[in-house]
């Protein structure tokens, strides 16, 4: 299907006016195809005018425009010309039996291996919305929806409006209520035989809705689901003026969903992975509630007000990531979010934002020429750098007169579009900082800034001073917290605050300085709370303090901080590998934080030992990390579950020998818990297929022990993890030779192919790689694209051969956009590696 392109989409909006579309999905045509038939209901401005609208690319079955039949032959790869449109009222009425998708786009069908029953999902996000009807595709026409469906009698049909069966209950018809003004991208139905629990709250209904396999699961959760969704519900309501603007609010969690989540008006889909099968920490908890929280702020960020064009994806993801956070902090027990925020999802933004393909957080809008440009941005900056930006806006703005500004947003702007420009307007009218000037430093630049801490002492008279001076590198004002700590009196490994002081630094750079009363503190934290979205250093008494305390600090987000410094500088070239591992061997088993334990054990496990250092020193780096989890399980023996849990993955994705994990398989538990559940089989079995401990019969066995769709996906990651040739050419074959695989089957069998333990066995597949992912990417769509470049990536060959065959395919014409952007980033991490691999070991 072609890209829309921006001025196809300003010279559309120009000549049309679109007021309602009128849709009837037939689900009950077997399994290849869906019936659809779309009724536009639309004003030309202009007599004459010449425009096109976005179709099924197959199975167009007939056309017509106010009545008379069009010829479906004039259809091209999605379009459908409209010529010398006459001034005035139309309506464009178009039928299709499109297919259904089995890569998480359009119209997604899935069925359940273990009772056969089957679900559909729609995904029309970003511009997929015409592989399920007839549209003018383009976020600035929003019109009303009208949506009636037919399906299996025995199943259930959810929708952006409250959903009514109509009619004889065999027959199966339902009636979706009418939409106020949304944009195409947000249209949604979900149906099956959904198990659900609903309640009512505010009026309003609420519901939850899985497939039957996981309504046990469903049923667990179900009151914590509920409640911290109308928890958040409830805080939204005392933050914005405009209350929520739709009919009811269901919560779908569905199969195969490529994103985590979806927000899709009444509507929202999810990854049914948030429905747990096995036992989770209270961080994947905070996660899920957190993503919640981010799908129900776009109700108004987004749904209510939606951006004009691409461009402005941030105007979306960016505010629904901050208001997230902050939500869930004052709304839930969750009050130790940022934290999480600031040690998880803030290095996605600093990784995206050290690549080539780095972009401001609001591009000029000459920068999003296309819808394909446009999804390249759903990204780290986007999401966490923009929220991060948000948070520093408010940090210098007042939260008072943010929300004044947000609140006249919406007022200007209700079921209609706006601009960066516009937020800004509103944000000005309600302060009197200059915000413009504000939004052009952070919203329109790239990079990040790093600022370094330099300190000296004097003496004069009978007191005692010191100097900070900050060296800003950088073009970005910083309002920011110093952070100054003394050893504690009573405990030399612990720290104790002695002040906070807030300061801003301004635009440009330079060094400020400034002079403080005392001696100086045992350690001096720049961005302490971290207001802000900047790399920092700590001066080398700070660092060795660090060193020697970190897991002393007393605040999670004062620790995370300083983690977050540890890892740039490894990322850096600043500090060794080596040294960041033995600061976690040192600080980890005292850590009280999930999210900070397992983030610097994700670091250390995925980046430092499987690409920062050599083959020969990995097997001495994961014996430190096995022997660091042996710790943090001694500690957890009573207490801290989530944190034990986590030492339970690491060390079982750590393991070198298989004796342990065989032990552990065979007892059905780890030694004084957890027992192992699905999730930490298949994790085992997985690590057992990687080192050559487990065959091809242990897996089947494992596979008839849980036939779930998880457990199809862990059977095919260990087959491929397999250290056998004829596994790897089956593997091989499925993933870039055979387009049978759905999105998740695809993502499992990538995942197990590529070990550090089998590199001689995988070299001769690195030459093969780049024009195999060029032709998925090219036959399989957007979706694959991504897997191909992510999961399907040869990490483990760490080389500058790797980075040769790369760079030799991004000179070619022939990657896809999306795939050529995702190996850019990939070849650059590469790059990265191969620059700080360490042989200290």
């Known amino acids: 299907m072609p890209v829309l392109t921006r001025d196809e989409a300003q010279t559309r909006a120009r000549l049309l006016d679109v007021h309602r579309y009128t849709i009837h999905l037939d689900l009950t045509r077997g399994e290849e195809h869906f019936g659809s038939t779309s009724t536009i209901h639309f004003d030309a401005r202009e007599p004459g005018a010449d425009t096109f609208v976005e179709l099924p690319a197959t199975g167009l079955r007939r056309i017509t425009l106010d009545g008379a039949d069009l010829d479906p032959a004039a259809a091209s790869d999605g379009r459908y010309p409209l010529t010398a449109l006459a001034r005035g009222a139309?309506?464009?009425?178009?039928?299709?039996?499109?297919?259904?998708?089995?890569?998480?786009?359009?119209?997604?069908?899935?069925?359940?291996?273990?009772?056969?029953?089957t679900y559909l999902y729609t995904q029309c996000c970003l511009a997929d919305a015409p592989a399920v009807f007839a549209a003018f595709d383009q976020p600035d026409l929003k019109a009303a929806f009208h949506v009636t469906v037919t399906a299996p009698p025995e199943w259930t049909v959810l929708g952006n409006g409250i959903a009514t069966r109509v009619g004889d209950p065999a027959e199966g018809h339902w009636e979706l209520a009418p939409t106020p003004p949304i944009s195409t991208y947000l249209m949604a139905v979900a149906a099956g035989p959904w198990h659900s629990v609903r309640t009512e709250h505010r009026g309003i209904p609420f519901g939850l809705h899985v497939r039957q396999s996981l309504a046990p699961h469903l049923d667990t959760d179900a009151d914590e689901l509920l409640d911290l969704t109308t928890r958040c519900f409830d805080r939204y309501h005392q933050k914005f003026d405009e209350p929520y603007p739709?009919?009811?609010?269901?919560?779908?969690?569905?199969?195969?969903?490529?994103?985590?989540?979806?927000?899709?008006?009444?509507?929202?889909?999810?990854?049914?992975?948030?429905?747990?099968?096995?036992?989770?920490?209270?961080?994947?908890?905070?996660?899920?509630?957190?993503?919640?929280?981010h799908e129900m702020a776009h109700m108004w960020f987004g749904n209510l007000v939606t951006l004009q064009w691409w461009d402005d994806i941030w105007l979306n993801e960016s505010f629904a990531e901050y208001m997230g956070y902050q939500t869930i902090t004052e709304a839930t027990q969750y009050t130790d979010t940022w934290a999480d925020f600031a040690i998880a999802r803030k290095a996605w933004g600093y990784d995206a934002d050290q690549r080539p393909s780095t972009h401001p957080v609001a591009p000029e809008p000459q920068h999003v020429l296309d819808t394909a440009a446009a999804e390249l941005n759903f990204d780290g900056i986007?999401?966490?750098?923009?929220?991060?930006?948000?948070?520093?806006?408010?940090?210098?703005?007042?939260?008072?007169?943010?929300?004044?500004?947000?609140?006249?947003?919406?007022?200007?702007?209700?079921?209609?579009?706006?601009?960066?420009?516009?937020?800004?307007?509103?944000?000005?009218?309600?302060?009197?900082?200059?915000?413009?000037?504000?939004?052009?430093?952070?919203?329109?630049?790239?990079?990040?800034?790093?600022?370094?801490?330099?300190?000296?002492?004097?003496?004069?008279?009978?007191?005692?001073n010191w100097r900070l001076i900050i060296h800003h590198h950088g073009s970005r004002p910083h309002h920011l917290a110093v952070g100054l700590y003394d050893q504690s009196p009573t405990d030399p490994d612990r720290l104790t605050l002695r002040e906070r002081t807030e300061t801003e630094l301004p635009a440009d750079g330079g060094t400020h300085s400034h002079t403080l009363p005392g001696q100086r503190p045992a350690l001096v934290l720049l961005n302490d709370n971290d207001l802000t979205y900047t790399k920092i250093r700590l001066d080398p008494h700070s660092w060795d303090t660090a060193l020697h305390t970190l897991s002393g600090l007393p605040a999670p987000l004062t620790r995370a901080t300083v983690w977050n410094a540890a890892r740039d500088m490894v990322r850096d070239g600043a500090l060794a590998p080596a040294a960041y591992l033995d600061a976690a061997r040192a600080h980890l088993p005292h850590e009280t934080n999930t999210p900070i334990t397992h983030a610097v054990l994700t670091f250390a496990r995925t980046h430092i030992a499987d690409h920062y250092v050599t083959p020969e020193a990995r097997?001495?780096?994961?014996?430190?990390?096995?022997?660091?989890?042996?710790?943090?399980?001694?500690?957890?023996?009573?207490?801290?579950?989530?944190?034990?849990?986590?030492?339970?993955?690491?060390?079982?994705?750590s393991a070198t020998t298989p004796d342990t994990l065989h032990d552990w398989l065979q007892a059905g538990t780890v030694p004084g818990g957890p027992r192992l559940d699905p999730?930490?089989?298949?994790?085992?079995?997985?690590?057992?297929?990687?080192?050559?401990?487990?065959?091809?019969?242990?897996?089947?066995?494992?596979?008839?022990?849980?036939?779930?769709?998880?457990?199809r996906e862990g059977a095919a990651r260990c087959h491929a993890a397999l250290p056998d040739p004829a596994a790897k050419a089956t593997a091989w074959h499925a993933l870039f030779e055979s387009?049978?695989?759905?999105?998740?089957?695809?993502?499992?069998?990538?995942?197990?192919?590529?070990?550090?333990?089998?590199?001689?066995?995988?070299?001769?597949?690195?030459?093969?790689?780049?024009?195999?992912?060029?032709?998925?990417?090219?036959?399989?769509?957007?979706?694959?694209?991504?897997?191909a470049a992510t999961h399907a990536f040869p990490h483990a060959l760490v080389t500058d051969e790797n980075l040769r065959l790369g760079e030799e395919c991004l000179r070619t014409a022939g990657p896809t956009p999306t795939l050529r952007r995702r190996l850019t980033d990939q070849l650059d991490d590469l790059k990265r590696a191969l620059t700080i691999r360490d042989t200290s070991y």
């Not at 022997?627 to 034990?644: H, P, S, V, Y």
Request: hydrophobic fraction near 40%; charge should be negative; glycine fraction near 6%.
């Open 90 to 117: 139309h309506e464009l009425r178009v039928e299709a039996e499109p297919p259904y998708s089995h890569t998480g786009e359009g119209m997604h069908r899935f069925t359940d291996p273990v009772d056969q029953a």
């Open 246 to 293: 739709f009919d009811s609010y269901d919560q779908a969690f569905v199969p195969e969903f490529n994103s985590g989540a979806m927000e899709n008006p009444g509507l929202v889909t999810f990854r049914d992975e948030f429905i747990f099968r096995s036992a989770v920490t209270d961080a994947e908890r905070q996660t899920r509630i957190m993503v919640i929280a």
């Open 382 to 464: 986007s999401y966490a750098k923009g929220a991060s930006a948000l948070r520093q806006l408010v940090a210098w703005l007042g939260e008072k007169n943010f929300l004044a500004g947000i609140n006249e947003h919406f007022a200007r702007h209700r079921f209609a579009n706006a601009t960066l420009a516009d937020f800004i307007d509103s944000l000005a009218h309600a302060c009197d900082r200059d915000v413009h000037g504000w939004a052009e430093k952070w919203l329109r630049t790239t990079g990040v800034d790093t600022l370094i801490p330099e300190i000296t002492t004097t003496t004069g008279g009978d007191a005692e």
């Open 619 to 653: 097997p001495v780096a994961l014996t430190t990390l096995t022997e660091l989890c042996r710790d943090l399980l001694a500690r957890t023996e009573n207490g801290g579950q989530g944190i034990r849990l986590t030492a339970v993955r690491t060390a079982i994705d």
């Open 679 to 711: 999730e930490l089989r298949w994790r085992i079995l997985t690590r057992l297929a990687a080192l050559g401990a487990t065959t091809p019969a242990d897996i089947d066995a494992e596979l008839a022990r849980d036939p779930s769709a998880t457990g």
């Open 739 to 787: 387009d049978d695989l759905s999105n998740y089957l695809f993502n499992a069998t990538a995942q197990g192919f590529w070990q550090p333990e089998q590199l001689d066995l995988v070299q001769p597949y690195l030459a093969r790689y780049y024009p195999a992912a060029v032709a998925v990417a090219t036959r399989r769509g957007t979706t694959l694209a991504v897997s």
